[in-house]
């Protein structure tokens, strides 16, 4: 089934809050229709506000770009890991304490904003590390950081996404580079800032009025589980990292709201879907025959979606998805799911 009653998804909410890489857009170019689809927004008054667990930029900086992409956004509207772990430190240690950065200038940007001391090296005496995703981080500033950890420094991250999409498929994340002082120091960091950890989340539902937040992402193990965790709705958008394979074999804490291929899903009900469905509406049936699925039927893609997600979230293991017809078939292959032919 659709969304409720042919209503438009962004009906239900007063404030839609995004991710962005993934979402609004790849690297440094807008998703198709996603700057359409914020002008359509501002243009019916609708709030929004963007939280990326990003820590390579200030939430000036995005701003910036988002506004360049045609995006107008203001930097009060940018949530990001970096500020939400210089506000965490700001709180927990003295003015003008030492932090060692492992990461981008713009996480040491916002360590001085918030009156804290970057630094570099182990024999500074940082009272905290803080690890953020930064292209040009290398084993020298991951074995400084491993040694100021063992002294006894706080050990925060400002998120663990273990990959970071691009143009040529997914790259090692800020999760990757945290794996890695992880396997050396044996142990895990002390604090994770950024999702699936539900701050970013929490703080900005609070600029929605008191009303409905919507959630929109493009990975289910940080927006989605993010969202979740912070009590709000989501929309998973399959343009980014998160595919159709990805949601058929989602835990419970990782399972969105709603599906959509794109943004378009937010204006046009017969665009999104909320998931799970029923085995057996829309025109699809799926039904268990021998431990694989067997889809049958047609209409549209993504009821057949809403039902497979009904039966293999029911399923103790997600089991074989076989097509019964062309109609099935093609709904399958649209979705990246193998058809078996």
Known sequence: MSTDAGERLVDGYTLVVFDLDGVIYLIDRPIPGAVDAVARLHAEGRAVAYATNNASRRSSDVADLLTGMGVPARPEEV????????????DRLPAGAPVLVVGAEALRAELRAVGLTPVTRADEKPAAVVQGYGPQVGWAELAE???????????VATNTDRTLPSARGPLPGNGSLVAVLRTALERDPDLVVGKPESALFETAARRGDGGRTLVVGDRLDTDIEGARRAGLDSLLVLTGVSGVPELLAAEPERRPTYVARDLAGLFDPAAAVRVPGTTDAGGWSVTDHGGALELAGSGRSLDALAALCAAAWSASALPTIRP????????LESFGLPTGE
Do not use: F
């Open 79 to 90: 949530l990001t890991s970096a500020a939400a772990a210089a506000e965490l430190l700001r």
């Open 324 to 331: 019964v017809g062309p109609d099935a078939a093609r709904a």
């Open 145 to 155: 950081a491993s040694v100021a950890v063992r002294e006894g420094a706080i050990w």
